[in-house]
């Protein structure tokens, strides 16, 4: 067993030639990126096997991001505090074999159903390197299915918390904690059986990272993913350099503190010197009651989103693009809260911030403004029941909406946007799964903002309660019209989205659109996400693209 202090006392920088480097950087990607395959085919529920709510990277031996398979930006910017964080507590004490397990919010990770399972690399006995997932779980535990509710006002509410501990211990499972996971939680077969799959994963990149430093020398392997590191801050600083220094600001809101409190202000002012960039967040509101606050990881992670792409959309992302960016995030904020807050609904106010950092960053530069993508974020958590075994079942779905339009074209229609990329539950998968129904699952024509170029069309889904009464959580944002997507240089904004309650009986009511509640059987839950942002004056929009959206439908809202 070696200690980080004797490993980094002891190596030595290799000559490494361009050639080898950039083999080397791109097997260290694709390692990554298998990764990812071994962990979706080995998973066992839908949210991960389906909708693809993971992520996988690699780490250098000091817990630095440097390698990524692009899945869930939310996740991948967020990681490597976890790693470091192993780091700090069991320094002297990482056996090969090991497997860590962290969900803790404060300390690295981001809410509590993303479950971090991180493996230290050895290479010839010597600490070189780590390999880790995160996956979004159904179930953590807590008040609500899901684990997840916008009224829960501390984190012990929310689930089981987890800070790094040890999931196997020298290639053994670890028994207690395993214990410990499946008498806290609803759906155990579940979630056990997608720990084993990270794990699976994790193994996989210790593998592979092994049979790199096994043809090419542990020396260069370890060379290279520390000038990994400093190439991608070198183009990240040439890109500064290339761009007018400035300043520009931007605010946007959420409706709520996910408690029916005042909107929730997020602010970013942002500045550019030479080749640094300056991002003060102090102007955003104070932590929240409900669980709309954002732990730091989650923040970082948005922070990594943003300036990648707005400045160097082409380029590789690692933790060497932090090294170029100075950050203010005062402690206490509803960007950086202090532990116990609830920070389960976070990924609410993180879709938020993206698109106000984004905006703030083309207030520098205009020419990279692109309209205003749907922020809605709505998601489905429902403690169901399995209709093949009758055992207890969580659903956790989540709902896209459309993305802003930009100079060159259209906005995308139904996509989860910014910082996260999950993918719509498939009907056949719900209704195999749970006692729910999808009764229609459409875009919503008329949704998207106008201009020269159109935003893109939100979503309507409707759920159907099924047989027995089902305890469900559900969320979104963007309901209020002053908070809708807005367009760029003259195109229109988008629609707000909209969260509709039918009865058994038929009755439409207009509900609250962050609650938690006991559904009866024969109720429906109707979502109705928004759409885009448009790009340009619409007297400028192309006759052909008129045509077709009026032979296509697209302009109705009902």
């Known amino acids: 067993m070696t200690t980080l202090t004797e490993h980094s006392a002891t190596a030595r920088e290799p000559e490494v030639d361009t050639v080898t480097f ?64 192993i780091i700090e507590r069991w320094d002297g004490r990482i056996s090969d074999g090991d497997a860590f397990i962290c969900n803790h919010p404060f300390l690295g990770a981001m809410h509590l159903p993303d479950v971090n399972v991180v493996t230290p690399i050895f290479v010839d006995g010597i600490l070189s390197g780590w390999s ?96 990994n590191l400093d190439v991608v801050e070198l183009a990240v600083r040439n890109a500064l350099l290339d761009l007018p220094d400035g300043e520009g600001e931007a605010e946007g809101f959420l409706d709520d503190d996910g408690l029916d409190g005042p909107p929730t202000r997020i602010h970013a002012k942002v500045s550019k010197v030479g080749d640094t960039l300056h991002i003060d967040l102090s102007g955003s509101s104070a932590q929240v009651r409900g669980a709309m606050n954002v732990p730091w990881a989650s ?68 020419e990279a403004a692109v309209g205003s993508s749907t922020v809605s974020f709505f998601c489905m958590n429902v403690g169901s029941t399995s209709p093949v075994t009758g055992r207890p079942a969580v659903m956790a779905d989540v709902v896209g909406g459309g ?38 699952n459409e875009f919503v024509p008329g949704s998207q903002g106008t201009g020269r170029f159109n935003g893109g069309l939100g979503l309507r889904r409707e759920y159907e309660i099924l047989e ?34 039918i009865s058994p009986d038929g009755t439409e009511t207009m509900v609250k659109t962050k609650t938690s509640t006991t559904l009866q059987p024969g109720t429906i839950v109707r979502v109705e996400t928004a759409g885009g942002g448009g790009f340009g004056p619409a007297s400028e929009r192309s006759e052909a693209a008129r045509e077709s959206d009026e032979r296509n439908g697209l302009l109705a809202f009902p």
């Not at 950086?336 to 879709?351: E, G, L």
């Open 22 to 85: 950039e083999v080397l950087s791109s097997a260290l990607t694709s390692i990554a990126e298998e990764m990812g395959v071994v962990l979706k085919r080995s998973s066992y529920s839908p949210i991960i096997r389906d909708m693809d709510d993971f992520s996988c990277a690699l780490f250098t031996a000091d817990g630095d991001l440097v390698a990524q398979a692009d899945y869930i930006p939310a996740q991948l910017g967020a990681m490597s505090l976890v790693v470091k964080a």
């Open 468 to 501: 027995h009464p089902q305890r469900a959580t559900f969320y979104a944002e963007q309901t209020k019209a002053g908070f809708a997507p807005t367009g760029a240089s003259g195109g229109s904004s988008g629609q707000p989205t909209r969260i509709t309650l």
């Open 299 to 366: 923040a970082r992670a948005g922070i990594v989103y943003a300036v990648r792409a707005v400045v160097a959309p082409d380029l590789g992302s690692n933790d060497g693009l932090l090294r170029a960016v100075d950050i203010n995030a005062p402690l206490g904020s509803v960007l950086n809260p202090m532990a116990p807050a609830a920070v389960s609904i976070r990924h609410n106010t993180c879709q938020r911030f993206a698109d106000t950092l984004i905006r703030a960053l083309t207030d520098i530069w205009p």
């Open 403 to 440: 993305t802003g339009a930009t100079g060159e074209a259209d906005g995308l229609d139904g996509v989860d946007t910014y910082m996260s990329n999950v993918g719509v539950m498939p009907a056949e998968v719900v209704e195999t799964n749970y006692r729910i129904r999808i009764l229609r």
């Open 132 to 227: 880790g997932t995160a996956a979004h779980h159904i179930d953590v535990g807590g008040v609500n299915p899901g684990s997840e509710g916008p009224e829960l006002e501390d984190i012990f509410a929310e689930g089981l918390i987890l800070p790094p501990v040890r999931l196997s211990i020298a290639g053994v499972e670890n028994p207690d904690v395993i214990s410990i996971i499946t008498d806290n939680i609803r759906d155990p077969l579940s979630t056990v059986s997608d720990l084993r799959a990270q794990r699976a994963a994790c193994v996989l990149g210790y593998q592979r990272l092994n049979e790199l430093a096994g043809q090419y020398g542990l020396a260069v392997v370890s060379s290279v993913m520390r000038r």
